[in-house]
């Protein structure tokens, strides 16, 4: 088992930054990767960033690339996602993720609210 704990989610304006972060404990040794997803109120649930256990491999959702940028911890227990130039249609519930193979997100986290304001 993983367990997943996000925070750093908050109430902003447009254009602000903030930077959510997931702290993994538990059988961490069997995450292949950790990921950000986000859902909006009435919408599903969307990938937004996810990186490799050994930071080898980076990837972004089309609507967040060059803004959001995902990074780990050395100890690799920790995730973080940096979020500039926040826009109103990022408001969402954000979710941390981890997955054992690179088809599966196994355990997620509760979710931190992002809330930008116009």
């Known amino acids: 088992q993983v367990q997943l704990v996000e925070s750093g989610g908050g109430l902003v304006q447009a254009g602000a930054s903030l930077r959510l972060s997931c702290a993994a404990s538990?059988?961490?040794?069997?995450?292949?990767?950790m990921g950000w997803f986000r859902q909006a109120p009435g919408k599903e649930r969307e990938f937004v960033a996810a990186?490799?256990?050994?930071?080898?491999?980076?990837n972004y959702a089309d609507s967040v690339r060059g803004r959001f940028t995902v990074s780990r911890s050395s100890a690799g227990n920790t995730v973080y996602l940096q979020m500039n130039s926040l826009k109103p249609e990022d408001t969402a519930v954000y979710y941390c993720?981890?997955?054992?193979?690179?088809?599966?997100?196994?355990?997620w986290g509760q979710g931190t609210q992002v809330t930008v304001s116009s």
């Open positions: 993720a981890t997955g054992t193979s690179p088809t599966n997100w196994t355990y």
């Open positions: 538990g059988r961490t040794f069997s995450a292949y990767r």
């Open positions: 990186i490799h256990w050994s930071a080898s491999s980076i």
